[in-house]
C-alpha cells in the first residue's frame, strides 16, 4: 500500500518547456488535489477533482491545466513554464464523504525549477 | 484572504519542553486541522477539530478551538528531536471554497536534543 505516489521527484526545466506531473493513489479516494509550496508561504490550492469525472480551479490555476485520468490518477501540466512556477509541488487525496471529517492524503512531492 | 495565521513562525526549544503553536483565521469553520512536515516530505494529518468541538487529544497532542476568537492552538507535551518539523493549520470553511483546505504559513519547530 503506497498511499500517494508523484513523479518526478526533481525536475528543471527551461522557460516555455512543457512538462506533466503524474499523481496516483491506492487507496480508493474519491478525491484528488494539487498544490504548490513556496518559501514562506502555506500550500495554495491549483486544482481539484472532488471526484472521478470532475475537476475544478482553486486558488491559482492560471498556467496550469489537469486531467483525472481514472478513480487513480490525477497529472498537473504546465504547458508553458515559468519561472514563477519555480515551486514544490504535492498531490493529495481524500475520500471527501463527509466534509466535516474530511482528511488528506499527501504524496512525497515534486521539486520543480525553471530556468 | 481566509489563509490562516500561525504564531509563532518559528520556536526552538529542548527535549522535554513543550511546544505551544497558535492559528488564527478570519472567517466561520466547519473544522480545523493540524499537518506535520518533516523537512523535503509531503504533509502528514495530525488531528481534526470540528467547530463544535472545544478540545481534543491524540497522544502527545492536545488541541483546543476557540470560534469566539477564531484560534486553535496545538500542544505538544515532552517534546522529542522527532518533533523538529513545520506545523501547519488548516481550515475548512463554510461557503466559497467549497470545502477544500485553506492551509496557514506554518510554525517550523525545532526541538534540541
Known amino acids: 500500500n503506497a498511499g500517494v505516489t508523484q513523479t518526478p521527484k526533481f525536475q528543471v526545466l527551461k522557460t516555455g518547456q512543457s512538462m506533466t506531473l503524474q499523481c496516483a493513489q491506492d487507496?480508493?479516494?474519491?478525491?484528488m488535489y494539487w498544490y504548490r509550496q513556496d518559501p514562506g508561504m502555506g500550500l495554495r490550492l491549483i486544482y481539484y477533482?472532488?471526484?472521478?469525472?470532475?475537476?475544478d480551479k482553486g486558488e491559482v490555476p492560471n498556467g496550469y491545466n489537469v486531467s483525472r485520468l481514472n478513480k487513480r490518477e490525477f497529472s498537473l501540466r504546465l504547458e508553458s513554464a515559468a519561472p514563477s512556477q519555480t515551486s514544490v509541488y504535492f498531490c493529495?487525496?481524500?475520500?471527501?464523504?463527509?466534509?466535516?471529517?474530511?482528511?488528506?492524503?499527501f504524496g512525497p512531492g515534486t521539486r520543480l525549477t525553471v530556468l | 484572504s481566509q489563509q490562516g495565521e500561525e504564531d509563532p513562525q518559528a520556536l526552538s526549544i529542548q527535549e522535554g519542553e513543550n511546544a505551544t503553536m497558535n492559528c488564527s483565521y478570519k472567517?466561520?469553520?466547519?473544522?480545523l486541522q493540524w499537518y506535520r512536515q518533516n523537512s523535503g516530505r509531503g504533509l502528514v494529518h495530525l488531528i481534526l477539530i470540528r467547530s463544535n468541538e472545544r478540545e481534543k487529544h491524540s497522544g502527545r497532542l492536545r488541541v483546543t478551538l476557540d470560534t469566539s476568537k477564531k484560534s486553535s492552538s496545538l500542544l505538544i507535551t515532552a517534546s522529542r528531536a522527532a518533533d523538529t518539523a513545520s506545523y501547519f493549520c488548516?481550515?475548512?470553511?463554510?461557503?466559497?471554497?467549497?470545502?477544500?483546505?485553506?492551509f496557514g504559513k506554518g510554525t517550523k519547530l525545532s526541538v534540541k536534543p
Open positions: 487507496m480508493n479516494h474519491n478525491s
Open positions: 477533482s472532488a471526484s472521478e469525472g470532475t475537476t
Open positions: 472567517t466561520s469553520i466547519n473544522n
Open positions: 488548516a481550515t475548512v470553511h463554510y461557503g466559497g471554497s467549497q470545502g477544500n483546505l485553506i
Open positions: 493529495a487525496s481524500s475520500e471527501r464523504r463527509e466534509v466535516r471529517t474530511d482528511t488528506q492524503y
